[in-house]
């Protein structure tokens, strides 16, 4: 079945929105070109009211202007200029013959910039930078390549097409905008991430819950049974099939969304905190997901197996595609904020972002974990159980949108470049929202 997916685009950028997407298939396209900024909100306005969209791919200017009308649930994906982008920018100006600084660059975020300095060995004092805020105008913009560009020589780099715009012919300009292949990437990961949700959510799920230390009865059957009564007295619960697993384990089958709801979406799994009070024994818990109830009940096994290795009451998702979450803690603890109170919050974000919840969900709580701690993107990756090249592009991604803060560099040890070090800033950015302050964006 095709997607409906939105697309908003300058009505200068439409032909190459097109050619990004025209070997794609499997999709519907329904497009809003504008002219200028005013007319976005409006059109936006229609489309959505006219049309069941499946997901929404728009650039971080229309998406500032339209945002508020957009549903909750819907995905979004907000294309941003890459390193690709600022590359072929630059090579653009030198094939020019243009000398390659001073150069002035909007939009582009502060690390993308240096990384791509520093990869083609420009001298970093005599590059400006004006990354993307929501709260820039085009004058404010302008102002600044003005300023960083006083003497008359250099040129500019810009995403902004008011911008390029409103500089040619005062000053040597080039359009830095996505490229065709950014606009397909970011497409394709938009198609993949929804049906990857619908997918997931029509899975089949297991919970594998398991006596870790006895109470004061020493009882283990009777620790068993109340802790299979417990979960049977767990509203997320009420549609799931329960039953005793033997030994120690009960076990717990339903679909995805059910163990999505039970752990507020892969961040905390307030049951435990439950069992320890009311039964005086430690649990530990294992989900598994995969394509049907005995996989998944494997894979649920596996992760209660490594949640029981932590030796405190925590639990681990373990998915058929290689993917772990963990562990997650306890409800109740000061970084275990109830995901039904800031649910829309974490899915908002997560939306911007251009991240699933239950990511965002999980950096939230390794935040917590780190407590305040810098560490480098090769950490982050080990933590979130993902690959080093996925790691440093999550950074980056974060980085973007102002989730992350650069931390200087770790000392090395021998040769080879520093690597940078990184804050977590999302439980902030979740506070902020909660506040009514605009969610960030890059």
Known sequence: M?????????????GVFEEAVEPLSGISLKWVT??????????VRRLVDGHALDGLLVGAVPYRACRDVLARNLPVAVIRSSALDLALALSQAQARGWPPVPVSIDTFAQEVVSEVTEAVHLDRTRVGCLPYADDQSVDEICAFHRRSLQDGDGYVITARTAVLRQLRGTLRVLNG?????????????????????????????????????????????RSRMGLLHL??????????????????????????????????????????????????????????????????????????????????????????????????????????RSFSEQGDRVRELARTVGLSPATLSRLAAIEQDLAGRAVTPRELADAMAITDPSGRRLVRKLHAHGLVTAEGCAPTHGKGRPTSLYRLAIDAALTESGNGTPLPTA
């Open 2 to 14: 095709s997607l409906s997916i939105g697309v908003v685009v300058h009505a200068s950028r439409r």
């Open 34 to 43: 504008y002219g200028h900024e005013q007319e976005i909100l409006p059109r």
């Open 177 to 221: 905008s996505p490229t065709p292949s950014s606009i397909r990437s970011e497409l394709h990961e938009l198609v993949l991430r929804i049906r990857s949700e619908r997918a997931g959510a029509a899975g089949f799920a297991a919970g594998v819950f398991c006596v870790n230390r006895l109470g004061n009865s020493g009882d283990l059957e």
């Open 231 to 336: 979960l049977r007295a767990t509203p997320e619960l009420t549609d799931a099939w329960i039953e005793n697993r033997g030994r120690r384990g009960v076990v717990v089958l339903g679909r995805r969304t059910l163990f999505e709801n039970l752990s507020r979406n892969w961040l905390v799994v307030p049951v435990l905190q439950q069992a320890q009070e009311a039964l005086g024994v430690e649990v530990s818990a294992g989900f598994g997901v995969g394509p049907s109830a005995r996989t998944s009940v494997v894979l649920a096994e596996r992760a209660a197996a490594r949640a029981e290795s932590e030796n405190r009451p925590c639990g681990y998702l373990m998915e058929d595609s290689g993917l772990v979450i963990g562990p997650m803690g306890p409800g109740g603890q000061p970084q275990a």
